[in-house]
């Protein structure tokens, strides 16, 4: 008798993993068809200003990279809002440093969704300081030299995840002997 039950016990289990495996696969090929955090925010095209500004930096790369990343994204507006001309000037070959060090204190490393995040003081950027954060009543705020608020969370890419947000971040200000902003 227990080796009539072993038999019915394993064709019930080889029965169940046949009806997930087309789940587990389709599963699988969402991930595949996922757009990394480079290609899901030039597609929401709401992200032209930081798309060209990555590339001015040499950072596409590594954001298509397999992460996990969480950025900060601004949006084309968040740009527009910068001084006049501040945007022309870090796209500049002779500003790339500069413009680097901006977009790298929107970039965290991991995967942080927005219930990490508003739990969260404070995280490490790519740029080596630390991004701020404030939660109140819902919003989440980050704070530099200047702040920005959460405009809408958890875009989910292949490599991580976007939150965008409503003003570029500046890092807080350097010390004279860094060379400033």
Do not use: C, W
Request: aromatic share 4%; hydrophobic share 45%; proline share 4%.
């Amino acid at each position: 008798m227990s080796t009539y039950l072993t038999r019915i016990s394993s064709l019930v289990a080889l029965g169940l993993a046949l009806l997930a495996g087309p789940a587990v696969a389709q599963q699988d090929d969402a991930r595949a068809e996922q757009l990394d955090i480079v290609d899901t925010a030039v597609q929401a095209d709401d992200f032209n200003t930081l798309a060209q500004a990555l590339e001015a930096a040499d950072l596409v790369g590594a954001l298509k990279g397999d992460g996990p990343f969480t950025v900060f994204a601004p949006t084309d507006a968040a740009f527009d809002a910068l001084p006049d001309g501040q945007l022309e000037s870090l796209l500049q070959p002779e500003n790339k440093g500069q413009l680097q060090t901006i977009l790298q204190y929107h970039v965290v490393s991991g995967k942080a969704m927005a219930s990490d995040v508003t739990g969260m003081d404070a995280a490490p950027t790519l740029e080596g300081r630390s991004v701020q954060f404030q939660a109140n009543d819902g919003t989440v705020q980050l704070m530099g030299q200047n702040t920005a608020t959460v405009a809408q969370a958890d875009i989910e890419a292949s490599n991580g995840v976007i939150h965008v947000i409503d003003s570029v971040l500046l890092p807080p200000e350097a010390d004279e002997a860094d060379g400033g902003y």
